[in-house]
C-alpha cells in the first residue's frame, strides 16, 4: 500500500509568545456538548457572540480582515459557529494545550477520561478529543505544526483576548493524526482511511483533508463514499505539486464523489498561488492560502502557504453555515458554496467555478432559502 503524502506547507514561524489575559469575568468557560451526529437536516437554534476584535493579532491576518476576498467580517454578523457542529481535522495533530485552540477541542462525552477503558465501544480508549493512528494512543499532539495551523485556521477562539480567531470560532475539532515526520516508515494512507472511519462513526459533520497522492484508493474512495451517505462534506486539497489535476490526479481531492469539494490556493491579489496545483475539471474552487497567519505549537502563532490553508478556510465557511442553518446534507452545502463564489478573471479555465469562495454569499443565500 502506497504511502498518503502530507501536503507540506511553506512557513515562516513567527516566535510570537501568547499574553494572557484573565476574561473569566467576561465571558464563562465554554462546556462540552452532546454532539449525537443527525444525518438528516436538523434545526439548531443560532448561538451569537457579539461581534469583538479583542484578539491582538487580528490585524496580521489579511484572510480576516481583506473584505474584497473572503468577507468573513460580513458573514461573522450572521453566524459566529456553534458547538455543536464537529470538525474532524485529519493531518498532523494538534497542540492540545494551545490557548487558542484547546476550549475549541471536540469532547467525546460518551468517554471517561483516564479510566483506561473504551466506554463507548467504539474500539478507542480514552479517546477524548480524537485519536493518533500514528502511534495508536489517545494523544492527538502535533511533532510537525501543520495540523495545529489547520485547525486555528478552521476554529482558532475569538474575543478572548489571545492571538487571532479561526473562520468558525465556536466549533468542535475532532482531531485525528494520521502522519507524523518523526515517523516517516508509518503507513500514511492506511492512517489516513482508519481517521476517515473514525470521523464517519463518531459524529462528525464535516471532515477537513490536507494531504493526498497520486494513485487511486479504492479504500479510502469507498468511506468517504460512506461518509457521503451520512450527510458528512468533505473539504480536500488540491495539492502543491504545481500540476493540473485534470491530467494529473490528486486524491482524495480528485475522486468523483459529490461530496467533496476540492480547494486550491488563491494570494491576496486573487492570483493562484504558484505552487496550488488547479485544475477546471477536477479542482472545484479557490480560497485564501497564501502566507495565512494562524496557530502553531507552543502557543505560537506564523504563517503557512498552501492549498491546505485554502481548504481550512473553506471548511470554516462550511462549519458556519451549518451552525447557523443546521446539519444540511453535504450535497446541499457543497451546492450552495459553489454557487456564492466571487467571480475572478485570472481564475476562469483554472478552477470549476471560476473564482473564489465568499463566506458572506453563502450565509446570505442560505437565509433567503431556509
Known amino acids: 500500500m502506497r ?4 501536503i507540506v506547507s511553506i512557513y515562516i514561524l513567527l516566535i510570537t509568545f501568547v499574553l494572557a489575559f484573565n476574561l473569566k469575568s467576561w465571558v464563562g468557560p465554554y462546556t462540552a456538548l452532546n454532539n449525537p451526529f443527525v444525518p438528516q437536516a436538523q434545526a439548531f437554534a443560532p448561538t451569537f457572540v457579539a461581534p469583538t476584535l479583542l484578539d491582538p493579532y487580528l490585524s496580521k491576518s489579511w484572510v480576516l480582515e481583506d473584505q474584497k476576498n473572503l468577507n468573513i467580517q460580513d458573514a461573522w454578523k450572521l453566524s459566529q459557529g456553534d458547538k455543536r457542529i464537529i470538525v474532524a481535522v485529519i ?12 476550549n475549541n ?9 483516564g479510566n483506561g477503558i473504551d466506554d463507548d465501544g467504539n474500539g478507542y480508549i480514552d479517546d477524548i478529543h480524537g485519536w493518533n493512528f500514528v502511534a495508536n494512543t489517545n494523544r492527538p499532539e502535533d511533532d510537525h505544526g501543520h495540523g495545529t495551523h489547520v485547525a486555528g485556521i478552521i476554529g482558532a ?33 492506511k492512517n489516513t482511511i482508519q481517521a476517515f472511519k473514525y470521523a464517519v462513526q463518531n459524529g462528525a459533520h464535516i471532515i477537513n483533508y490536507s494531504g493526498g497522492g497520486a494513485e487511486f484508493s479504492s479504500a479510502e474512495h469507498a468511506v468517504i463514499e460512506e461518509a457521503r451517505k ?22 482524495p481531492a480528485s475522486y468523483d464523489l459529490e461530496n467533496i469539494i476540492s480547494v486550491a490556493a488563491i494570494t491576496q491579489d486573487q492570483n493562484l ?3 496550488s496545483n488547479y485544475g477546471p475539471e477536477r479542482i472545484d474552487v479557490a480560497a485564501p492560502g497564501h502566507q495565512v497567519y494562524s496557530t502553531l505549537p507552543g502557543g505560537k502563532y506564523g504563517t503557512m502557504t498552501g492549498t491546505s490553508q485554502a481548504t481550512a478556510v473553506v471548511t470554516g465557511v462550511a462549519a458556519l453555515a451549518l451552525s447557523k442553518f443546521g446539519v444540511l446534507p453535504a450535497t446541499q452545502i457543497k451546492a450552495v458554496i459553489l ?7 485570472q481564475l476562469k479555465n483554472r478552477v470549476k467555478t471560476g473564482g473564489i469562495v465568499n463566506a458572506d454569499q453563502v450565509l446570505k443565500d442560505l437565509s ?3
Do not use: F
Open 105 to 113: 477541542l471536540w469532547q467525546n462525552t460518551k468517554e471517561i477520561p
Open 368 to 370: 433567503r432559502t431556509q
Open 273 to 275: 498561488v504558484d505552487s
Open 91 to 102: 493531518d498532523t495533530g494538534i497542540d492540545l494545550t494551545h490557548p487558542d485552540l484547546k
Open 230 to 251: 451520512k450527510g458528512i462534506l468533505v473539504i480536500a486539497a488540491a495539492g502543491n505539486e504545481r500540476q493540473n489535476a485534470d491530467t494529473h490526479a490528486y486524491y
Open 339 to 345: 454557487k456564492n463564489i466571487l467571480p475572478v478573471k
Open 157 to 189: 477562539v475569538k474575543g478572548n483576548g489571545i492571538g487571532i480567531s479561526g473562520i468558525c470560532p465556536n466549533v468542535s475539532l475532532m482531531i485525528l493524526k494520521y502522519y507524523a515526520q518523526s515517523a516517516p516508515g508509518s503507513d500514511n494512507l
Open 3 to 6: 504511502n498518503r503524502v502530507l
